[in-house]
């Protein structure tokens, strides 16, 4: 008992020192977030305490992002990208998940395995084809250019269809008997008991909208239709770089994302490691 104590509590003091070293770089930019360009040099060089715990702390930063930069409206349209993909890829997705676990047709293998590949693919691979697909649809600056890209996802499909496949063949067979259609059968046996896997493909469908860079870039040259990560990379001038107001935007997107997160972490390791590899 004491050995497996001593064991304990060497594993929750490497845990500790592994999470400091973890947060650090954001306690640094939240704190340099907080301070001027001057005062965030002042306490690197040399380095102060300081530059973890602003003396004098001013939302400067944060007020010109907002008020004289038009930060919201960037935020803004990553938040409307981003639920209308969850949205539509959570429907999309389940769906064919849905297929592939139940259904047996002609080509069923060859276009999961096309699946799975197109999440195996670089974005830079298909970005130029995208493009010309999606610029003679002329949707080229609206947000359809943002969002229907990013609709189907072979990571959340694979999900979807691993853990359909594990619901007993039972449940399909008592709902028909009963009279109920393919899609009672999906909307309310299969949807209802898959809460982990929606989840767990509402995040990765979120996370991946939310961090596109290089796409939005391309395909909505509208300041109006600009996401919070392309918004960043204007900050970045040429001749002057205003870190604190760099600082500031950085921490404005990465806590989004770890506020929605952290309360659904539990159900994403169980939709992940619930969808585990059969069949």
């Not at 197109?118 to 130029?128: D, G, H, K, L």
């Not at 008592?174 to 999906?186: Q, Y």
């Not at 995040?203 to 909208?209: D, H, P, R, S, V």
Request: aromatic share 14%; hydrophobic share 60%; with cysteine.
């Amino acid at each position: 008992m004491v050995e497996k104590r001593e064991h304990r509590v060497v594993l929750y003091v490497v845990l500790v020192i592994l999470s400091i070293l973890a947060l650090t770089p954001m306690i640094w930019a939240i704190s340099s977030s907080l301070q001027s360009d001057v005062q965030i040099f002042e306490n690197l060089m040399p380095f102060s305490w300081k530059a973890f715990i602003p003396i004098n702390p001013t939302l400067s930063a944060y007020r010109t992002l907002f008020i004289e930069k038009g930060f919201g409206r960037a935020l803004l349209n990553s938040f409307i990208v981003s639920i209308a993909t969850v949205v539509a890829g959570v429907l999309v997705n389940s769906m064919c998940g849905f297929a592939f676990a139940v259904f047996e047709f002609k080509g069923k293998k060859v276009l999961f395995f096309l699946a799975l590949v197109s999440f195996m693919i670089p974005f830079e691979a298909i970005a130029i084809p995208l493009y010309q697909v999606v610029n003679r649809l002329n949707l080229i600056d609206t947000y359809w250019a943002l969002i229907l890209p990013a609709i189907s996802n072979g990571l959340a499909i694979f999900l979807f269809r691993q853990f359909f496949m594990d619901i007993p063949k039972d449940y399909i067979d008592a709902g028909r008997i009963d009279g109920a259609s393919w899609w009672t059968v999906f909307a309310k046996i299969y949807v209802p008991l898959a809460k982990p896997v929606v989840i767990s493909a509402a995040l990765i469908l979120f996370l991946f909208q939310w961090e596109a860079f290089l796409w939005p870039l391309i395909a909505a040259r509208d300041s109006n239709l600009q996401v919070i990560q392309v918004a960043i990379a204007g900050l970045n001038q040429e001749n002057l770089m205003m870190w604190s107001q760099m600082f500031a935007a950085s921490v404005v997107a990465v806590i989004i994302p770890v506020v929605l997160i952290l309360p659904l972490q539990q159900y994403y390791v169980q939709g992940v490691t619930g969808a585990g590899i059969k069949g």
